[in-house]
Nanobody
């Protein structure tokens, strides 16, 4: 079992920055992929960014150049640095981890960007 604890959401103005963190705990050897999805009201959950254990990354086109994902494998922690935030980034952000071919999810953290 993997437990994910997220932190770092909040209410900010457009153009501001936020940093999300997600720490995985449990009897873990090595997590494959970690990352973030988000879901806005009335929308489907979408991938924001993910990072594999080797360091390769994927980003949604809408966040490329503004968001950066990083990971500390020793701490099983993933970070999402979000810069130049826009109102359309407003959503609940969910951390995920893929471990032994199974996906685990955090409880979600709200990010609200005001115009």
């Amino acid at each position: 079992q993997v437990q994910l604890a997220e932190s770092g959401g909040g209410l900010v103005q457009a153009g501001s920055s936020l940093r999300l963190s997600c720490a995985a705990s449990g009897n873990i050897f090595r997590i494959n992929a970690m990352g973030w999805y988000r879901q806005a009201p009335g929308e489907e959950r979408e991938l924001v960014a993910r990072i594999l254990s080797g360091g390769s990354t994927n980003y949604a086109d809408s966040v490329k150049g503004r968001f950066t994902i990083a990971r500390d494998n020793a701490k099983n922690t993933v970070y999402l640095q979000m810069n130049s935030l826009k109102p359309e980034d407003t959503a609940v952000y969910y951390c995920f981890a893929n471990y032994l071919a199974r996906d685990y999810w955090g409880q979600g953290t709200q990010v609200t960007v005001s115009a």
